[in-house]
């Protein structure tokens, strides 16, 4: 289920080391054709899909009561809505959003904005009751999953190509088949290789197959456009999977992780990629002077310019006042403007 994908993809990079509270959960607009039943046994897929994930069987959702687009609401999404609530344990009940209308909280007369925003996250507080923090069970990543690879965390080592969108697996433990699955725009090769203690031997690199001509598609592989197949070769354990572009040598892109059942993705290229840097080395502000008026006729002249200043490497800096003094020598109107150059560190400005 699309819905579920991104679901999944944060619970992989980010729930399993940091933890979880609980999810919350509003939508229901867009299904206004979706018969009651059908929108319970849908949402309660993807929450019974996150506790298998987790492996936490008490994850809390939050569902609110959600439905208004474009003037309609819907009573049967809210009924399939309340009924979550009352019918599966740790789901609890979040706000009734629908009467919160007009320009001043729906921009488009569906999604919230201006002081809609501010009005729908009050309801969310209130939602948040003593009663659910005492009654309800945070997931909390053990001292296995917390390692340095991060357990289920995929290890992931190399440069992604930029035609490569996603990557991905499909994993059955019980018959051992296994599907690698690549979002890509060019061609590409994949291998798999196991890390820890086991028998496997197809590490050979494979040029994957068109998705959309395999007979393996399904609605599932929808956004991987290329697959390869292993049919009952892979056992359950700790794998690398190693994607590049068809034609480039090298170990390509890799990822190392360990194999959990249903479909993953592992690495979603769209997401901005956050990297750690050292202390600067030089000035931890850098300034750009903007003197398109430069010249002094006289003593006394009076010249305005702009002042641009932004940080280098993106680290902050201290706290406290900033103070720029800028010296320019004497000039006249026949004379080309002065130079001057600024380098500024925490400690104030230095002028040459």
Not at 94 to 118: E, K, M, S, W, Y
Not at 231 to 258: A, H, M
Request: one cysteine or more.
């Amino acid at each position: 289920m699309l819905p579920y994908q991104r679901i999944s993809a944060t619970l992989s990079s980010y729930i399993d080391r940091l933890g979880i509270r609980a999810i919350l959960w509003h939508q229901g607009e867009s299904d206004g054709w979706v018969a009651e039943q059908t929108y319970f046994n849908n949402l309660s897929y993807i929450i019974n899909k996150s506790r298998q994930q987790l492996t936490h069987n008490r994850l809390a959702w939050l569902v609110s009561r959600a439905s208004y687009i474009s003037g309609a609401t819907n009573s049967h999404v809210i009924d399939a809505q309340n009924r979550l609530s009352r019918e599966i344990s740790d789901v609890y009940v979040g706000p009734a959003t629908d009467g919160l209308i007009g320009p001043d909280n729906r921009v488009d007369d569906i999604h919230f904005g201006g002081q809609g925003l501010i009005r729908v996250a009050n309801l969310w507080n209130q939602s948040l009751t003593d009663q659910f923090f005492s009654q309800s069970s945070p997931f909390t990543p053990t001292a296995d999953i917390n390692r340095t690879d991060g357990g289920w965390q995929p290890v992931m080592t190399g440069i992604p190509s930029s035609s490569l969108q996603r990557v991905g697996y499909r994993y059955e433990s019980a018959s051992h088949s296994f599907f690698l699955l690549v979002g890509t725009t060019a061609p590409v090769e994949g291998r798999m290789e196991r890390l820890d203690s086991g028998d496997f031997s197809d590490t050979s690199w494979a040029t994957l197959s068109p998705t959309a001509t395999s007979s393996y598609n399904n609605p599932g592989f929808s956004d991987f456009a290329s697959l390869r197949f292993y049919p009952s070769s892979i056992s359950p354990g700790r794998y690398r999977l190693s994607v590049r572009r068809v034609g480039d040598t090298g170990p390509g892109y890799q990822l190392e992780t360990v194999l959990r059942d249903f479909r993953n993705t592992l690495f979603i290229g769209n997401e901005p990629v956050i990297q750690k840097v050292g202390p600067a080395s030089g000035p931890d502000l850098a300034l750009n002077l903007d003197l398109p008026q430069a010249n002094f006729a006289t003593t006394g002249s009076v010249g305005n310019f702009v002042v641009n200043v932004f940080e280098v490497a993106g680290l902050p800096t201290s706290s406290g006042n900033v103070q720029i003094t800028i010296t320019a020598p004497l000039a006249t109107a026949s004379l080309l403007p002065p130079v001057c150059s600024v380098s500024m560190y925490r400690a104030g400005c230095i002028t040459r």
